[in-house]
């Protein structure tokens, strides 16, 4: 699979995502008395249009990559997969309604308890592979200007 089809692929998925979500929110909403949907189905709606859109910008910088067909595809791959996990994690706190913060201690998932160190671990490997992996593409631009 090449870099390009990787985005365009995760672009589709992410918005098919989003408007699945979408529909959910709706639901939730529909049938709450205060007419809102759960704070992380509302996240994961809205992250999940956020990151299709950002998967074409991504492919927009495919082309400008300095690194081969292989190394352009991990720098490609590192933040979509990032941005897969964040989703998938914002629909599992949606599903188990378990925190309105994943970030605020105690660290929730489901009835278990999760470290701080895992969290705080899983957010900087997050930043090194969006920030590294876009860092390299827009470099590449950068060098052609």
């Known amino acids: 699979m090449t870099a390009d089809t990787l985005c365009l692929l995760a672009a589709g998925l992410f918005f098919m995502t989003g408007l699945l979500t979408g529909l959910w929110k709706y639901l939730c909403i529909a049938r709450s008395p ?8 509302d996240i994961a709606h809205r992250t999940s249009l956020m990151y299709s859109f950002s998967a074409l910008v991504l492919r927009a910088f495919v082309p400008y990559s300095p690194l081969d067909a292989t190394g352009t595809l991990i720098a490609t791959a590192a933040p979509l997969l990032f941005f897969a996990f964040a989703i998938s994690t914002y629909v599992l706190h949606g599903l188990l309604r378990d925190t309105d913060n994943q970030l605020r201690a105690p660290h929730r998932l489901g009835k278990a308890t999760l470290p701080g160190v895992l969290l705080h671990g899983f957010m900087w490997a997050l930043a090194i592979a969006e920030i590294g992996g876009f860092g390299i593409l827009l470099w590449g631009f950068l060098r052609g200007l």
Do not use: I
């Open 34 to 41: 205060e007419a809102v949907a759960p704070v992380y189905v």
